[in-house]
């Protein structure tokens, strides 16, 4: 594999006690947060009759969306994976209040240590961008393996248009063009690597700080839903990818 995700083994090892606070201590990440939790329940209630479900998120972190589907219904059956020790050890402590504890594992997501077909359900938020292409392609097959047939894949992904033009006239202007914008790939090459025609779930707007200043956390929500799906993702920053696995 060309980039395997151990390669970012230290530094998750060395941030991860940080990680929460950074990434989502302001107010408007923590709507974000809510709503991408509120999206991905929302998914499941739509595509599974049934909340007897085997569910595994792959780069798991600290626990926090684990903690969050633990709550919704003792019924599932979670299992999360992380490179980092730290993040899991504090995944763990989340782990010890819920009725239905999630089993976690150390590992690497390109040799996920699980059966073929052992999940109804496979899913990774802010995970897969930080890989090349080749390297998204490949943990996506992964994700396949150890999902069931007909069950469920549900990847967070990066758009394109709203980097493109902060690289060119933002602040990310200056760094190498490829490594940049290979984090964030194109509409074309989310269909490489995901194949057939996925559900598109709209998670965030360019502006969200300033969005969620005007409109409330509750106002930002339908904003996105209706110019995500007007504009087929177009303009958007972040978004599910929704799959069934053939």
């Known amino acids: 594999m060309p980039a395997r995700t151990t390669a970012r083994q230290r530094y998750y090892d060395t941030t991860g006690d940080h990680y929460e606070?950074?990434?989502?201590?302001?107010?408007?990440?923590?709507?974000?947060?809510?709503?991408?939790?509120?999206?991905?329940?929302?998914?499941?209630?739509?595509?599974?009759?049934?909340?007897?479900?085997?569910?595994?998120?792959?780069g798991c972190g600290t626990g926090l969306t684990l903690q969050f589907l633990g709550e919704q219904s003792p019924h599932y059956q979670l299992f999360g994976l992380?490179?980092?020790?730290?993040?899991?050890?504090?995944?763990?402590?989340?782990?010890?209040?819920?009725?239905?504890?999630?089993?976690?594992?150390?590992?690497d997501a390109d040799r996920l240590p699980f059966r073929a077909g052992q999940f109804d359900l496979v899913y990774a938020t802010r995970f897969i961008h930080?890989?090349?292409?080749?390297?998204?392609?490949?943990?996506?097959?992964?994700?396949?393996?150890?999902?069931?047939?007909?069950?469920?894949?549900?990847?967070?992904?990066?758009?394109?248009?709203?980097?493109?033009?902060?690289?060119h006239f933002g602040g990310a202007k200056g760094r190498p063009k490829d490594a940049y914008l290979s984090h964030f790939p194109t509409r074309h090459e989310v269909g490489e690597i995901v194949a057939g025609t996925p559900e598109i779930h709209p998670l965030r707007l360019p502006g969200q700080r300033l969005l969620s200043s005007l409109l409330g956390e509750m106002g930002v929500r339908p904003v996105t839903r209706a110019i995500g799906r007007a504009s087929r993702g177009l303009f958007l920053d972040e978004y599910f990818v929704v799959a069934r696995n053939r």
């Not at 994700?143 to 990847?155: M, W, Y």
Request: aromatic share 12%; charged share 25%.
């Open 21 to 58: 606070g950074n990434r989502y201590g302001d107010g408007h990440m923590e709507g974000y947060r809510a709503f991408r939790n509120d999206t991905l329940q929302s998914i499941l209630s739509e595509h599974f009759p049934t909340r007897n479900l085997r569910i595994l998120e792959v």
């Open 82 to 107: 992380d490179v980092s020790q730290t993040m899991l050890q504090q995944a763990a402590d989340k782990a010890r209040t819920l009725q239905n504890a999630p089993g976690l594992a150390l590992g």
């Open 130 to 167: 930080q890989f090349s292409h080749d390297a998204k392609r490949q943990l996506w097959r992964e994700f396949q393996r150890v999902t069931r047939k007909d069950g469920l894949l549900v990847v967070e992904f990066y758009a394109r248009p709203y980097h493109w033009l902060r690289y």
